[in-house]
């Protein structure tokens, strides 16, 4: 059973139900009535009203369950309207409130009083006795005076449950978020100082409802931030729509954005939603904006400034609630100087730039991201044994790496398959610039590069993987206070499950310190 108050800081909360109660009964000592029926609004229709509580000798539990038109009964709307208490007629000819329900005789004494708060009809009151003339004046003013107190009464106890559930479900979705929050960044791995600013802005944005323009190589992981974005955001329910302006034809660009009615173009047989409209509610991403045509960049922009938009052949307006992440790899601000970009259009999308840094700028994390993919590849039957030599970490820490993670993508895999899943050396790290090491002999970057990273030995030699691991495992506990699980635990800042992180430790023999 469901508690009818709660201690609360600020002292005691009652519940509605519990409110009126209290009324009533305390209503009950002043005046004498058999049945007393409090009726409230039904939630969205001020047309109709519902029985909200009712008591005296006359209740039963079939009034809870009634309902009232008001279109019917233009008696207790004048009375509501005027905001003062009225005694009703019940003679021969007028109207009973309760006739289905209730068998009172003819001529019973009815009086009907609105609940008022701040001047506005929340509610009404009715009260009924079997005998005639038990209402008095007296208690028709009594009432009068008292029915803004009750109302005012009942209109706080409502709002205050509304706020009660309101409060609940930002609680939930609150802690929906926290628990969801280690997974929204499992594929954008990495610690260095430049990366963790990224992150760092990511959170900062998401609680925002500004647009977002993500700016970076090809590669960088733009998509996977603004899935992050949109996951850390309150919009996190709704739909994350994406569009590559890139791979759409410049005819069919409008109809990709906004949708076409039926029959606006040759071909269009159907009524079909555009990419806002699934957006709505949501986010909406677009990648590579710097390609969408021209002609449809003012038309991006209305809907930008003013949340609406018609489809293609369409007359009427549509409104849409979106949020807008655009991504480029371009030099927007090059575009505009040269006409290709609308200068008005950068501006609005630009509201908060943030630019993802190319794996070259991001020292250690391009072993971290290496070790992540090779993770994920581990999953595939035969592959659980796969692992990288310390000389293959070396030689994918001195490239480039012009194409970033999915470059690096790419060469894990196949190093991956030419290892047959099991230990992968120099030999099987082929990137753009050759083949592997046997081809071309020692790289002398390789050196240089495993200096700059920390893979160099204390003699000077390449580390072994074992001293590697333990390296960056310590880092990592370093890092997050000793804490392996949740969110800024050791686990989530190597990209590895906290087991797979504990199983490392003890067989390197390290301890949680």
């Not at 070396?394 to 030419?418: F, H, K, P, T």
Request: charged share 25%; aromatic share 4%; net charge neutral.
């Amino acid at each position: 059973m469901r508690p009818s108050r709660i201690e609360t800081g600020a002292g005691i909360w009652l519940e509605p139900e519990r409110t009126m109660e209290l009324v009533l009964e305390s209503l009950g000592e002043l005046v004498d009535y058999e049945l007393a029926v409090v009726l409230g609004f039904i939630e969205g229709d001020e047309r109709h009203l519902r029985v909200r509580k009712a008591m005296g000798s006359l209740a039963t539990e079939r009034l809870a369950r009634f309902e009232l038109s008001l279109n019917a009964r233009p008696d207790l709307e004048a009375i509501m309207e005027s905001g003062r208490p009225r005694i009703l007629d019940t003679g021969p000819g007028h109207p009973d409130t309760y006739v289905e329900i209730l068998d009172l005789p003819q001529g019973h004494s009815c009086l009907a009083s609105p609940l008022m708060a701040d001047g506005v009809a929340v509610g009404l009151l009715t009260l009924d006795h079997s005998d005639c003339g038990v209402f008095t004046p007296e208690i028709v003013r009594f009432l009068g005076s008292i029915g803004n107190l009750i109302g005012i009464a009942l209109h706080q106890a409502d709002a205050a449950a509304l706020l009660r559930r309101r409060n609940a479900d930002l609680a939930s979705e609150r802690n929906r978020l926290i628990e969801n929050r280690a997974d929204v960044f499992e594929s954008l791995v990495g610690n260095s100082a430049t990366w963790m600013r990224v992150l760092d802005s990511i959170r900062l944005v998401s609680a925002t409802e500004a647009p977002v323009l993500l700016l970076g190589e090809t590669g960088t992981g733009k998509e996977e931030a603004a899935r992050a974005i949109h996951r850390l955001s309150p919009r996190a329910a709704g739909p994350l729509v994406t569009l590559n302006c890139t791979s759409i034809p410049s005819g069919l660009a409008e109809s990709e954005l906004f949708g076409h009615e039926r029959g606006s173009f040759t071909g269009a047989q159907a009524l079909r939603r555009g990419r806002f409209e699934m957006a709505s509610g949501g986010t909406l991403f677009l990648d590579e904006i710097g390609d969408l045509p021209s002609e449809i960049q003012p038309k991006l922009l209305r809907v930008l400034q003013e949340s609406r938009f018609e489809r293609v052949g369409g007359e009427s307006a549509i409104n849409v609630d979106v949020r807008i992440i655009a991504a480029t790899h371009v030099d927007l601000g090059r575009a505009v100087e040269d006409g290709r970009f609308r200068e008005d259009l950068y501006y609005r999308l630009a509201v908060f730039p943030l630019r993802l840094p190319p794996l070259r700028e991001r020292g250690q994390d391009i072993i971290l991201v290496a070790e992540h993919l090779l993770a994920k590849l581990r999953g595939r039957p035969g592959w659980e044994g796969l692992h990288f030599t310390a000389e293959a970490l070396a030689r994918l820490a001195a490239q480039s790496w012009a194409g970033n993670v999915r470059e690096l993508g790419n060469v894990v895999e196949r190093a991956a398959i030419l290892s047959r899943g099991g230990s992968i050396g120099a030999d099987e790290i082929a990137t753009r610039d050759g083949a592997g090491a046997s081809s071309a002999g020692p790289d002398p970057r390789e050196g240089e590069k495993a200096r700059d990273i920390g893979l160099e030995g204390k003699s000077g030699s390449l580390a072994s993987l074992s001293e590697l691991q333990r390296s960056h495992i310590l880092k990592a506990l370093r890092r997050s206070g000793g804490k392996i699980y949740g969110p800024g635990g050791a686990a989530a800042l190597l990209g590895i499950k906290p087991s797979t992180l504990q199983s490392r430790m003890k067989k390197l023999g390290l301890d949680r310190k």
